[in-house]
């Protein structure tokens, strides 16, 4: 650990104080001894924020009417926050779909650049597949750009189990 | 086409007479002129003739329960059906999960033995991919076992485009 740490905490509503704690880690050696890093499941997230994180990452923009379609319609959205005083940013962002039973897909896992190589992603990932286990999903997936394959292996996804194709439709 | 044709219909209630025509096709030469296969988007299915097909093509049994929850939280589901005279029989099933916007993935693609080599697979396949792209669905998405790979190729799926690998994941 650094001479701070940063508690992830969670929060389902933006406007109440996080409750739950997650852990403890370091986000930055340079970061104001005030500043904490949160999550929360919490849909309402401003959409310019969001388009913002995106646009950071260089990510095409997507229309925000489907973007909110998008976020309303996936089973479960983390989003993470930095909370520095009273004032927040949004940081990390992704969201899984699923058919609440058997199946989910993680999508749109994104963090700022600012925040990325601090272990945050990895993070951010643990929260959603432990909440995505506790609500007894048993086969958690995700399509991965090739540069960022070897960041989820090491969270423990496998690329193509027994011959398994990840597949896309293009139009004719 | 055969001596006879089957006409693809597509039905939202099981009760109500199939309407929208799909298209011709030959089932099979031997089958009774009084046959005919369709889609239906209703999703009371019942759950034992579900399972009795899942049988057929050897997948393992999944809890009801689940079953059922699945299918109500899925964006899509088709099923195929062969109805002689006022009998109907479940020969094919699909669903889909989505975010309603971007994303979607396909579940459970079952044809039955008895049913397979036909273009009934292909069928079903080319209705589902209609609907999703009808409700502007731009990434089709799904995981396919290798001995099914070229079969969804056919279908314009391509694997792994340029370079992303589906992913799955594992409990330590």
């Not at 489907?66 to 983390?78: C, E, G, W, Y």
């Not at 058997?102 to 896992?109: L, P, Q």
């Not at 423990?156 to 194709?165: M, V």
Request: hydrophobic share 40%; aromatic share 12%; with cysteine.
């Amino acid at each position: 650990m650094g001479f701070w740490k940063s508690l992830f905490t969670t929060s389902n509503t933006m406007t109440a104080p996080p409750s739950q704690k997650e852990g403890g880690v370091t986000v930055s050696p340079t970061a104001a001894p005030d500043t904490r890093i949160f999550f929360s499941t919490d849909r309402d997230i401003d959409l310019y924020d969001l388009e913002e994180l995106c646009d950071a990452v260089g990510w095409s923009r997507r229309p925000l009417r489907k973007v909110k379609k998008a976020i309303q319609h996936s089973f479960l959205v983390v989003s993470m926050w930095e909370q520095r005083g009273s004032s927040r940013r949004l940081v990390g962002f992704s969201r899984a779909t699923s058919d609440h039973a058997f199946n989910a897909t993680i999508w749109d896992v994104v963090i700022h650049p600012d925040f990325q190589s601090k272990g945050l992603g990895k993070a951010l990932m643990k929260y959603l597949i432990k909440r995505l286990r506790s609500d007894d999903i048993s086969n958690i997936t995700l399509f991965a750009d090739p540069h960022v394959v070897d960041f989820y292996r090491n969270l423990g996804f496998a690329p193509d189990p027994e011959g398994i194709k990840g597949m896309f439709w293009y139009p004719d």
